[in-house]
């Protein structure tokens, strides 16, 4: 484990705790790479998006698989995105980069679904970051 990353990745968790971020927010686009896409609003493109999911093989252990987060957060959600990708740019590369956004986007998913009518920003900013933490220690 990369004790640097770690300790980045601790730091950015407390930006999250502090709200250290919300002037970043000004002039954050919404994310997109890696079959990931953050949004406010799930339109009927993306729903085409999604739907023409090509055939992947892969040696990635998250399913293959194009991922919308819909989300009322999706600037500090796109925000977080932007800095791990700077941390772990080192870690990932040209075919683990799908591995990777991929996992941090089911583990949105996750918390969205599971708390669709009390999302608490902070809540689903750390739960990504744990995930990001796992990646790093595999």
């Known amino acids: 484990m990369d004790d640097k990353i770690l300790n980045e990745v601790r730091n950015l968790e407390s930006i999250i705790v502090n709200k250290s971020y919300s002037q970043s ?8 790479g890696a079959d990931v896409i953050i949004c406010n609003q799930f339109t009927k ?6 739907d023409s999911q090509p055939t992947v093989i892969s040696i990635q252990t998250t399913i293959p698989r194009r991922r919308v987060v819909v ?10 995105f932007y800095e791990l990708k700077k ?3 080192s ?22 679904s599971k708390n669709a ?8 900013l750390l739960t990504v970051t744990n995930k990001a933490k796992e990646f790093e220690s595999n």
């Open 25 to 32: 927010l000004k002039n954050i686009k919404d994310f997109g």
């Open 45 to 50: 493109e993306l729903e085409k998006w999604v």
């Open 71 to 80: 989300t009322e957060f999706s600037k500090e959600l796109s925000w977080l």
């Open 87 to 89: 941390i772990f740019s």
């Open 91 to 112: 870690r990932i590369d040209y075919i683990s980069k799908y591995e990777f956004y991929g996992s941090l986007a089911d583990s949105a998913i996750s918390y969205i």
């Open 117 to 124: 009518d009390n999302q608490i920003v902070d809540d689903l």
